[in-house]
């Protein structure tokens, strides 16, 4: 860690790396958080630098919390304005920050919460006078009509300045206490999504350099196998990986000996965007596992006009009818077991892909036979090695919900029925119970 005794040497340090970035920054983002006292006194500060420009959000004011942006565009009318707040001097959407910053420090990690990639952090603090009050912050809910509210500073601070979810939501400092926090984050390299699956791993990266310019640095842990060194490309790539690994080291370096992102992760984790895909599939193999029930049905792959199509149309109508629910297309019905790709290509098999022409027909037959039309989204995905779509029924919002011909069903256990049209067809319908309470 860096440390630095003055402004100026806090400043030079951040024009030199600023200096570096190719292409340069569009700007930064200043937001700052005043406690209101007899004046508006500064408690935190955050300085973003961003690689596009973004609008600033209107002032937040709730009374004893205040907070607010402002965009400063250029990546040296931006530094300028940074300058002129550790000095003193600076203000933000008009109002002054007077205090001054004359301790900084520099380190570099990695900022999941705030921008999702590695970089650098300057924390600088403030010049506290002999004898001055500490800030202390109420720890009262923050609310004020038409604004979003909070459990207390603490959380509204954390969330509005840094773009962090705080674990706790209570605390009588602000995040970063008295600081200005400035992040330059890493703009060569991110990883956007990483899955470790047994024996290997599936990475997507973004690259704004040339592929073969960037290492990543593999570590592992527990196996008989060290370590292992891949040329990094744009895009998705899979990397074998040790079969008896416990533990996953990742570094991307570039040629001037830089780390410029780190992840660790524990054998089949996950990281960014595979984290919600490996929760997915995660669900849809325990669906598989436990048979059908009242939000679970399983259908084969399907031709176009053959009657299982008339079945998938009632278990969509009776799920946005109950309380929504899965149907997989490509398993048994009596077992869920996947069916594989042969099956799939004896009805979809001519040309093209075959999983997405049973897609479009899946939802061609929910626009066309299903009235009102209910949300229904159609996900490919693959249990075992094989293909199935999985089609997620949302709970209607429209009820009741019926076939092309009239015809509505209601979900009993793993079966669809037909509702009965003079007592559970009225249950169904928006303040159906108000006749009962009312009348």
């Known amino acids: 860690m860096d440390q630095f005794s003055t402004q100026r040497a806090f400043i030079d340090r951040l024009a030199e790396?600023?200096?570096?970035q190719t292409p340069p920054y569009a700007g930064a983002k200043l937001r700052v958080a005043f406690a209101r006292r007899d004046r508006l006194q500064f408690a935190t500060a955050c300085v973003l630098f961003c690689e596009h420009q973004t609008p600033s959000r209107q002032p937040q004011d709730y009374g004893f919390l205040v907070m607010m942006e402002e965009w400063v565009g250029g990546q040296e009318d931006a530094l300028n304005r940074l300058s002129e707040l550790v000095t003193g001097r600076g203000c933000v959407e008009g109002n002054k920050v007077e205090d001054k910053f004359s301790r900084s420090e520099l380190d570099r990690e990695m900022y999941l919460g705030l921008t999702g990639r590695s970089g650098w952090r300057f924390l600088s603090h403030m010049d506290k006078a002999p004898g001055s009050s500490e800030l202390y912050l109420p720890q009262d809910p923050v609310l004020s009509p038409g604004l979003k509210p909070y459990l207390g500073a603490f959380g509204a601070i954390n969330r509005w300045i840094f773009d962090v979810q705080s674990?706790?939501?209570?605390?009588?400092?602000?995040?970063?206490?008295?600081?200005i926090v400035t992040l330059l984050p890493e703009t060569r390299v991110r990883l956007t999504s990483a899955l470790w699956l047994p024996g290997s791993l599936q990475l997507d990266l973004d690259l704004q350099t040339g592929s073969g310019e960037m290492e990543l640095q593999l570590v592992y842990e527990g196996s008989d196998k060290e370590s292992d060194i891949v040329i990094l490309q744009h895009g998705s790539m899979e990397i074998p990986i040790p079969e008896d690994a416990r533990k996953l080291n990742m570094f991307v370096v570039d040629g001037h000996r830089s780390c410029l992102a780190t992840l660790d992760l524990a054998p089949y984790g996950s990281y960014g965007k595979a984290r919600k895909v490996l929760g997915a599939t995660q669900q849809y193999a325990k669906d598989l596992e436990n048979g059908e029930n009242d939000t679970v049905e399983?259908?084969?792959?399907?031709?176009?006009?053959?009657p299982k199509e008339n079945e998938f149309v009632e278990t969509v109508v009776a799920f946005a009818n109950a309380s929504g629910g899965r149907i997989y297309l490509g398993v048994s019905d009596r077992d869920g077991t996947p069916q594989g790709k042969g099956e799939l290509r004896k009805h979809f098999g001519k040309d093209g892909d075959p999983l997405s022409a049973q897609a479009a027909r899946l939802k061609s037959l929910v626009r066309e036979r299903i009235k009102p039309v209910p949300v229904v989204t159609i996900r490919p995905s693959e249990i075992h090695g094989e293909p199935l779509l999985v089609a997620e029924v949302e709970v209607g919002n429209d009820k009741p919900y019926s076939t092309h011909d009239n015809k509505a069903y209601i979900r009993k256990g793993a079966t669809n029925r037909l509702a009965d049209p003079r007592t559970e067809i009225p249950q169904l319908k928006p303040n159906s119970l108000f006749p009962t309470i009312f009348g």
């Open 17 to 20: 790396l600023l200096r570096r």
């Open 167 to 179: 674990p706790t939501q209570i605390g009588n400092q602000a995040p970063f206490h008295e600081s």
């Open 298 to 306: 399983y259908k084969p792959f399907m031709s176009p006009h053959e």
